[in-house]
């Protein structure tokens, strides 16, 4: 067989299809893992989407190709959301693109803007792919600081002349994967006015905007006047509700990053089955507030039990005011080795964890906890965590 590619040999492994391949090997050998890695909603979508979907399926018509811009009634529906929860006006023609979830996009809105030689500016906690992708298109990541002190907001105060002339694309997640920090509009508008100044495009990966805790309303980056002259903003039906496996969501905004984005997903996927389209847009139109609460209501009370119980097992966090996760920092003993740490008690406890270092370089030290999981074994795992770190 001839060689891979370069850019895959110098490209890691994708930390959960990592952490997949240890959980199955200990399987195999019997054991039961509960798993606090990773944010795959346990709750089902809103029963009207589910039987859109049902209906969908039946009309013979909808099982052809849908088009690599998708349906123009699915378009209409997202520019409708964005109106009703942002107050943000998008033209559907130009101003949307459907998307396989957001993570395609992540990979494709880079490919088509970084070639060898540029630069990202890549937040050093942050969701795996904005820094894979750059890597998979020869670019260079270069890692914008944050941490608790700054409450988790990129900084770009300190980005030298040379930093800024290579750069092309800013990745933002708010709320953050995996801190649960929230940005405001006054911190959007700092990243903003630096992007039109230097020309770069502002991209903010948006999933976890309505899972927001204690009455939080997480805004929209594109709520702020003139945005679209330099952003994009990521929607995903992920865990807003609960379709992770669905794969759907949309890109919005500035219309000439939508076409090249196009570009590339128009000569890689040709797009969803239309009976994904429709149902999706039934839950933009209907799905309402109080069933978004009620969900919030059941991952708060999550929430609180995991935070509560974080001291018995060793590890130190804030409460989060928003997503699916429990940034925290890991017992004294394994100094800043997470890796160890995560280790050891998917070994000895049987619980997954997600390791910080996989985030980025501020991560060391860290490991991410999900609250997408059943009460029944959530419960189960804090009793495997406890008994497991009082035998330490």
């Known amino acids: 067989m001839p060689e891979v590619a370069r850019r895959l040999k110098d490209l890691p492994t ?4 990592e952490i997949g391949a240890n959980i199955r090997r200990l399987q195999a050998n019997g054991a039961n893992i509960i798993r606090l890695d990773i944010g795959n909603p346990d709750l089902p979508p809103d029963s009207s989407v589910i039987e ?5 399926a039946l009309s013979p018509e909808n099982h052809g190709y849908s088009g690599y811009r998708g349906i123009a009634s699915y378009r209409e529906a997202v520019a409708r959301y964005y109106y009703k929860r942002f107050g943000v006006s998008l033209d559907p023609e130009t101003e949307v693109l459907p ?30 792919s904005y820094a894979m992708a750059t890597q998979l298109a020869g670019g260079n990541v270069h890692y914008l600081s944050m941490n608790k002190n700054n409450d ?33 509009l006054e911190d959007y508008q700092q990243l903003l006015d630096v992007c039109r100044q230097q020309d770069i495009l502002l991209v903010s990966d948006n999933p976890y905007v309505d899972i927001t805790f204690d009455d939080l309303v997480a805004p929209s980056l594109l709520e702020l006047s003139g945005s679209k002259s330099h952003a994009v903003e990521f929607f995903s039906f992920s865990k807003t509700f609960n379709m992770a496996g669905w794969r759907i969501g949309a890109a919005v905004g500035n219309s000439d990053a939508l076409k090249h984005l196009l ?3 128009s000569n890689v996927d040709s797009g969803h089955f239309k009976a994904i389209y429709e149902s999706a847009s039934v839950a933009l139109d209907t799905v309402s507030e109080d069933w978004l609460n009620n ?19 060793g590890l130190l966090a804030n409460l989060p005011p928003a997503s699916l996760y429990i940034w925290a920092k890991i017992p004294d003993i394994f100094g800043d080795d997470d890796v160890q740490f995560v280790n050891r008690v998917l070994q000895e406890a049987h619980v997954s964890l997600a390791p910080g270092s996989a985030y ?9 906890l999900s609250i997408s999981v059943a009460d029944n074994q959530m419960d189960e795992a804090l009793q495997l965590l406890e008994s497991w770190y009082n035998q330490l």
């Open 295 to 313: 969900r919030n209501r059941i991952y708060q009370e999550r929430r609180d039990k995991l935070f509560n119980s974080l001291s018995r097992f």
């Open 14 to 17: 994708y930390i959960f299809a």
């Open 152 to 184: 988790y907001m990129v900084d770009v105060s300190n980005l030298s002349d040379s930093i800024l002339k290579q750069a092309k694309l800013l990745w933002v997640n708010y709320p953050n994967n995996p801190t649960g920090a929230v940005a405001t």
């Open 360 to 368: 980025g370089p501020s991560g060391n030290g860290f490991v991410r």
């Open 263 to 265: 570009k590339v997903k």
């Open 99 to 128: 998307l396989l979830g957001t993570k395609e996009g992540i990979v494709n809105l880079t490919m088509a803007y970084i070639d060898t030689g540029d630069t990202a500016l890549v937040p050093s906690i942050g969701y795996p």
């Open 52 to 56: 859109a979907l049902n209906v969908a």
